[in-house]
């Protein structure tokens, strides 16, 4: 089965900074690259996703980029905000089946 | 506008009770999960459903079961609660689009076993 890590585990930063969280995998069949923001007491949401056949996907202030022959993608977040203080969690997947593996989430703290 | 909605948002059970988790989506989605989230092991899959009265046991399934009787409803039961069953359960559901696997999910239940 896939092996996800995720790292770091705990994030801190200035507001108006960058943050970038890693994700590595193992299964070489995995085309779906997903990052879920999960807010206190909530469910995870999608917020970027990149299929394998792309480098990079950008959306505003967030950005995922693979690196398919190493096995790993990374969420760039940049000028960041109070508001995105979160859980986050990749999740490859897209497989044999439809299942995500998710990986042990990144708590992100902004600082104001 | 997408919603999975769980039962309950929080659960109180004994050990030793039979419990079932409710879960549906109104999305008409083939696929359907049930998770649970504990601190510092992010999101495990317990048992997951691509179609009607179809399931495949996840990474975790010891201890717990599911049924599917319709396509929008997801059920996951615990049929002896124990302590260690204490814990943030999520459902999430999906559709294959041809370009994303997204899964939406349900605000969670947690659940306690005293």
């Known amino acids: 089965g896939e092996n996800v890590e995720q790292h770091p585990s705990t994030l801190s930063v200035q507001e108006g900074d960058s943050a970038v969280i890693k994700c590595t995998y193992s299964d070489s069949a995995s085309n779906y690259f997903p990052w879920y923001k999960q807010e206190l007491g909530k469910g995870p949401q999608l917020i970027i996703d990149?299929?394998?056949?792309?480098g990079e996907k950008k959306d505003q202030r967030i950005a995922v980029t693979l690196n398919k022959t190493a096995k790993h993608f990374s969420l760039h977040i940049t000028e960041t905000q109070p508001e995105d203080s979160a859980v986050y969690f990749c999740g490859p997947g897209g497989g044999s089946n439809y299942k995500l593996t998710f990986g042990k989430g990144t708590l992100l703290t902004v600082n104001p | 506008d997408v919603k999975v909605t769980q039962s309950s948002r929080y659960l109180v059970k004994r050990t030793g009770e039979k419990v079932f988790l409710e879960c549906v989506q109104d999305m008409d989605h083939e696929n359907m999960f049930w998770y649970r989230q504990d601190p510092g092991l992010g999101l495990r899959l317990i048992y997951f459903s691509y179609d009607v009265k179809m399931k495949e046991k996840g990474d975790i399934p010891e201890g717990y079961s599911v049924s599917r009787e319709k396509k929008e409803r997801f059920s996951l039961i615990l049929e002896s609660a124990s302590t260690n069953q204490t814990s943030m359960y999520l459902c999430?559901?999906?559709?294959?689009?041809?370009?994303?696997?997204?899964?939406?999910f349900g605000p969670g239940t947690r659940l306690t076993v005293t």
């Open positions: 999430a559901s999906s559709l294959w689009t041809g370009s994303s696997y997204e899964q939406y």
């Open positions: 990149i299929r394998s056949n792309v």
